[in-house]
């Protein structure tokens, strides 16, 4: 709360207005599924429903509670417009956290009191950079996912459908402590493995195919998100080949990370091996992303972000090559950033298993 406070000075707004619950969670440790935050100078005011009361009291520290019983956005409108007497109430909001309708419903509240300040990304920043806490917990969720992985692999043989695979990667890391996977994990066999986001299917793992697993664990709240790629039977040295540009494409990335550099450099290191493979147009999407509560943060590594990374950044590192009806290659880590380089979190082997 007293890091989001620093903003006041820079926005001259009376209250942030804290809609997106990773936000809110973060700020008050406040873990449902529905709430909303005002922040004042000097106060701080969750509004939940009566559902959270009692998990409010456990979990919630720095800010007031207060359960409403007609709605959050009315109770927060109704809040605003208490926050001065007379005159308009500077509210700062982020519009990519809030629907039109939601603030049609919050601003008819307010009595037409707010003035609506746009700032997107306020909870955000603070976010992208882990203190020491959130680190030892990204690197428990680093090691359920990379220890989910090796216990896989003995599984992944012809027969197994995709969908089996994806279902046990999901049972065994929650045997593992995680509360869920940090997204649906995707396993994608064969000329699907160069969907770069498919969806597991009911179909059958063949020999002679790549399989791209990818994968994430949330313990303790935070995310991990790992990628290898394996082949059934022998490779052929086309295969071998595009592993290995991928792989020295994810080390170049790697290498390019400290604090001070501009975001878009790892991007940048892994093209530059890709193109000297000949392989650079098959790589169609970023090198990486932030990670942490939720498993896309800022900042992006790709082209043309310039914002530069600093100490306890967590990002992943996943290029790939992915050829339309014959396959594709992603090797994907977690790694914090530091001021001497990139620090794996994700440990599962990276060398191409033939199995
Ligand atoms: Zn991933
Ligand atoms: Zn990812």
Redesign the pocket.
């Given at each position: 709360v007293d890091r989001l406070r620093l903003c006041f000075s820079e926005l001259r707004v009376d209250v942030i207005l804290v809609t997106h619950l990773p936000n809110i969670f973060y700020v008050t440790g406040f873990s449902g599924s529905a709430g909303l935050l005002l922040v004042e100078p000097e106060n701080g005011l969750l509004l939940i429903d009566s559902r959270y009361t009692f998990q409010a009291r456990e979990e919630v520290s720095g800010v007031r509670v207060q359960t409403v019983k007609h709605g959050l956005l009315r109770g927060a409108g109704e809040a605003i417009s208490r926050v001065s007497r007379r005159g308009r109430v500077s509210v700062a909001y982020s519009p990519a956290q809030l629907t039109i309708a939601q603030k049609q419903t919050l601003d008819a509240a307010t009595g037409g009191r707010a003035r609506w300040v746009p700032a997107n990304g306020l909870v955000e920043k603070l976010r992208a950079i882990k203190d020491a806490d959130e680190l030892s917990r990204m690197r428990q969720a680093a090691d359920a996912i990379s220890k989910t992985f090796c216990d896989v692999i003995p599984m992944i043989r012809p027969g197994v459908t995709e969908l089996e695979l994806a279902a046990e990667i999901e049972y065994r890391m929650k045997r593992l402590g995680a509360s869920g996977p940090s997204?649906e994990t995707?396993v994608a066999s064969g000329a699907r493995s160069a969907w770069a986001h498919a969806r597991p299917t009911a179909k059958p793992l063949k020999k002679n195919e790549l399989v791209v697993l990818?994968?994430?664990a949330i313990l303790r709240a935070y995310c991990s998100?790992?990628?290898r790629t394996v082949f059934l039977g022998r490779t052929s040295e086309k295969v071998r080949r595009m592993y290995r540009a991928v792989l020295e494409a994810q080390e170049a990335a790697k290498n390019a990370i400290r604090s001070g550099v501009a975001a878009e450099a790892p991007d940048t290191a892994a093209r530059h091996v890709l193109k000297k493979y000949g392989l650079s147009r098959f790589f169609t999407h970023s090198t990486g992303h932030g990670l942490g509560l939720e498993?896309h943060e800022t900042p992006r590594l790709g082209k043309g972000e310039r914002t530069k990374l600093e100490e306890g950044m967590v990002v992943?590192v996943?290029p790939g090559v992915y050829v339309e009806g014959f396959g594709g290659i992603?090797i994907?880590d977690d790694v914090v950033v530091t001021s001497t380089g990139a620090q794996d979190l994700t440990s599962a082997p990276r060398e191409l298993l033939e199995l």
């Open positions: 997204f995707i990818d994968q994430g998100d790992m990628t498993v992943t996943e992603r994907e």
